[in-house]
């Protein structure tokens, strides 16, 4: 069993900054990706970054250049750092990870965190 854990989130004004973290826990063997998706009210659920075992990142349009996706692996935890936050960034955020159980590295299951609301007030 994995649990995602995620701190961080709140109330912001537009152009201000938030930190988002995720720490995973539980029988894990190897994390192939950590990440943060976002759903809005009426909207499904989108990527807004993600990295994968290697280093290598991912971004939605809509937040390259103003967010940063990074992570310990030692303590098995990922942090996004939102910049210049606006009002369309007004969303829950869901941690989620692939992750090998030990011992089997071709099994992928996918974790969700419990989400965090992130408000930006324009």
């Known amino acids: 069993q994995v649990q995602l854990v995620e701190s961080g989130g709140g109330l912001v004004q537009a152009g201000g900054s938030l930190r988002l973290s995720c720490a995973a826990s539980?029988?894990?063997?190897?994390?192939?990706?950590m990440g943060w998706r976002r759903q809005a009210p009426g909207n499904q659920r989108e990527l807004v970054a993600r990295?994968?075992?290697?280093?290598?990142?991912n971004y939605a349009d809509s937040v390259k250049g103003r967010f940063t996706i990074s992570r310990d692996t030692a303590k098995n935890t990922v942090v996004l750092e939102m910049n210049s936050l606006k009002s369309d960034d007004t969303a829950v955020y869901y941690c989620?990870?692939?992750?090998?159980?030990?011992?089997?590295?071709?099994?992928?299951?996918?974790?969700w965190g419990q989400g965090t609301q992130v408000t930006v007030s324009s």
């Open positions: 539980g029988s894990i063997g190897s994390i192939n990706v």
């Open positions: 989620y990870a692939e992750i090998s159980p030990p011992l089997n590295n071709r099994v992928n299951f996918l974790y």
């Open positions: 990295i994968i075992s290697g280093g290598g990142t």
